[in-house]
């Protein structure tokens, strides 16, 4: 596979590979190969039903992916993600108990993860502290205040309405019939589905097509240039890590949501998930290289995985055994294509 | 060389320039001045403090005491942005290229062309990367390949290109030769052959007791942080200039080597 590139002579064969694009197309194929010998193991596996279920699971950890790849991109690191997202939810759920409706309870939850992003980005631009104990820091404060304001209880009883986002659906077919469970026709896309989809497309957006992505990636594949040549670079990563603290206040809502129950202690070690996403995808931790589509590749491997292992009746434990070989062949498969 | 170059005003004055870093004093006390469509050599050691005072010109670095004069009017540098606000562009020798970008993107980092809703305008930027790299250079290929791939002199290129495609006054080249081949090295001393006469005034940090005398006007020797001499190029030696680089003294016996002729 590697040797494409290579073999490519001018005058036989003009298609090029660039590194993205080989990493990437690796990448698409695992997952195909991943779909195809699960679909050999399950027959229930290749199905609409379970194909949305795994992009329902999937929702979250892209959504963490798509903030993770930005600051990763920058050259930094984001260990705080699955923790604000749980104090986000839990300042959702707070402000829903508080009285507030559920939508703008939902928007303070977000910019709650916005400020957590906003303090990391500023902590290490500015007291120069390395994103890794930064982050690492919020990570335990932004989970002590959520288990501080919870007393570790989970917050229920939110009402229907704090449900719908995370278990509602887009054209969700249903055929009345006599029985008490109605026929569903079609499952319809689910809400979190959508809404990774339009972040997706608007995160590709913006680091393809507008100059706070160009700076993204200027700041993190020479940060001294980048600043040489007039970049702010410590606005780009602050907005780096607070595009990232909100994205991981909305999977909070997105995963509350689905629970319809606020659990201060959701979300432990989901920053792992996301940044393995990121780096099967291809984004390099060394900064300048990474790209969203590539995550959501990343994201959707290991989101079929868990799933098509889950269904075989492979334990857990085995799972996490599974993933990290996948995580370092990932990387392997990119130092290799690299060394050339 | 431009016989009236001496009597406009100065396009840079720098005025008692002092930088230290803790107790070391890498800048002290340095005056420099350039006039319009003059090239400037700043030679020194390693360490002798040149670079530093580069950095401080091109906003880099803020000294810590001083003033700097653009156009007779003083400048209050702060960072690199202001720099090039007041038309200083400059060539590090570190070529100062975001390796993961292709060289349009590098070429306008920092100052994007856009369209009209604000998105980026690469196609914009490949056409006006293309017209400028092509009259550095006229076999540049690969502008799409990220600059890590290409060769040392085609990095160079880029970071040449960088610096005079937007509206330059003031250019400050450290070592812009120090990676190139001969041909390359040529172009440049061409180009800035041609920049003088456009009226843009050039600092040429160097190594290349060769290049200096081959292009500059005046030469500027800097010595463990001072400014040991500065003099017409025809009133000095190439002996002349290593006594100061090494010394920091003239040799005793020198005299201006024009005035000699004159006796």
Redesign the interface.
């Known amino acids: 596979m590697a040797d494409l590139d290579r073999g490519a002579e001018p005058a036989s064969w003009t298609f090029k590979l660039s590194a993205g694009s080989f990493h990437k197309l690796s990448a698409l194929l695992t997952l195909a190969l991943l779909i195809f010998a699960f679909s050999f193991g399950n027959a229930a596996f290749f199905s609409i039903n379970n194909g949305l279920t795994v992009l329902l699971q999937t929702s979250v950890i892209g959504l963490l992916g798509i903030g993770m790849t930005m600051v990763i991109i920058t050259g930094g690191i984001d260990l705080s993600v699955g923790s604000v997202l749980a104090l986000s939810g839990t300042i959702t759920g707070l402000s829903i108990k508080a009285g507030v409706p559920v939508a703008p309870a939902m928007a303070i939850g977000v910019m709650a993860g916005a400020a957590c992003g906003f303090v990391n980005g500023f902590v290490i631009t500015k007291m120069r502290i390395t994103p890794f104990v930064a982050t690492l820091g919020m990570m335990l404060i932004a989970r002590g205040v959520a288990l501080q304001l919870t007393g570790a209880a989970p917050i229920s009883r939110l009402g229907e309405s704090f449900g719908l986002l995370g278990n509602g659906s887009l054209f969700r077919i249903v055929e009345k019939t006599g029985g008490i469970f109605p026929k569903v026709v079609f499952p319809g896309i689910p809400y979190p589905v959508i809404l990774l989809a339009i972040v997706a497309v608007a995160g590709a957006y913006l680091l393809?097509?507008?100059?706070i992505?160009?700076?993204i990636?200027?700041t993190?594949?020479?940060e001294?240039?980048?600043?040489?040549?007039?970049?702010l670079v410590d606005r780009t990563k602050i907005f780096a890590y607070v595009l990232s603290g909100a994205l991981a206040g909305l999977a909070g809502n997105v995963l509350m949501s689905r629970l319809v129950t606020v659990q201060p202690n959701e979300g432990v070690m989901y920053e792992l998930d996301a940044i393995a996403a990121a780096v099967i995808g291809g984004a390099s931790l060394m900064g300048?290289?990474g790209n969203i589509s590539g995550t959501m590749i990343g994201a959707a491997i290991i989101g079929v995985l868990r799933n098509g292992l889950n269904m075989a009746g492979v334990s857990a434990f085995i799972q996490q055994i599974v993933i990290g070989i996948i995580v370092i062949l990932a990387v392997y498969v990119d130092q290799i294509r690299n060394r050339r | 060389m431009k016989p009236d170059a001496q009597s406009a005003t100065p396009l840079v004055q720098m005025d008692q320039i002092e930088k230290h870093f803790g107790g070391i004093r890498a800048v002290n006390d340095v005056s420099l001045d350039l006039y319009p469509g003059e090239v400037v050599g700043v030679l020194g050691h390693n360490g002798a403090g040149k670079s530093c005072l580069m950095r401080i010109l091109?906003g880099?670095m803020i000294p810590n005491s001083g003033t700097i004069k653009v156009n007779g009017e003083v400048a209050d540098i702060q960072?690199?942005?202001d720099a090039?606000d007041l038309g200083i562009e400059?060539i590090?020798q570190?070529?100062?290229?975001?390796?993961?970008?292709n060289a349009p993107?590098?070429l306008f980092?920092?100052?994007?062309l856009?369209t009209r809703f604000?998105?980026?305008d690469d196609s914009r930027m490949m056409a006006e990367a293309v017209r400028v790299l092509k009259r550095l250079n006229p076999n540049f290929k690969n502008l799409n390949d990220p600059v890590s791939s290409l060769s040392g002199g085609q990095r160079q290129v880029v970071a040449i290109a960088?610096a005079i495609y937007f509206d330059v006054k003031i250019l400050i080249m450290d070592e812009p030769t120090a990676a190139l081949g001969p041909s390359e090295t040529a172009m440049v001393g061409s180009l800035i052959r041609q920049l003088r006469e456009e009226g843009i005034g050039i600092l040429l940090v160097s190594h290349d007791m060769h290049d200096v005398f081959e292009l500059c006007d005046r030469v500027i020797v800097m010595n463990k942080g001072r400014k040991v001499g500065s003099h017409r190029i025809e009133d000095v030696t190439k002996d002349d200039v290593l006594s100061l680089i090494i010394k920091g003294d003239l040799p005793h016996d020198w005299a201006p080597r024009s005035q000699k002729a004159v006796q």
Do not use: I, M
């Not at chain 2, 980092?109 to 994007?112: D, F, S």
């Open positions: 393809r097509r507008r100059q992505g160009r700076h990636y200027a993190g594949s020479n001294e240039a980048a600043r040489l040549s007039g970049v300048g290289v | 091109s880099a960072s690199p942005h090039r400059t590090y570190t070529l100062a290229l975001a390796d993961h970008l993107a590098n980092l920092g100052r994007e856009k604000g998105n980026l960088r």
